[in-house]
């Protein structure tokens, strides 16, 4: 998803992964790789302390 429209929902708060379209968890079967974003989600969860924020995952897409 792209920063801008991420920022122009004005989500509560948002998960910015740098991954294809239509793919925002990863690859089909990548069962770790869509783990790792659902873990960075959900942390951003509890972690959050502003409105608006949006935090850049640290999972990368795999070669």
């Known amino acids: 998803m792209n920063r801008d429209i991420i920022a122009a929902v004005k ?4 998960l910015f992964v740098r991954f294809p379209y239509g ?3 990863g690859p089909a079967g990548e069962r770790d790789v869509q ?3 659902i873990r960075n ?4 969860l509890v972690s959050a302390e502003v409105a608006g ?3 850049e ?3 990368e ?3």
């Not at 989500?11 to 948002?14: D, E, I, V």
């Open 35 to 37: 783990r790792a974003v």
């Open 41 to 44: 989600a959900l942390d951003l």
């Open 53 to 55: 924020a949006i935090v």
């Open 23 to 25: 793919a925002p968890l």
């Open 57 to 59: 995952s640290d999972v």
């Open 11 to 14: 989500a509560p708060r948002a």
């Open 61 to 63: 897409w795999p070669d």
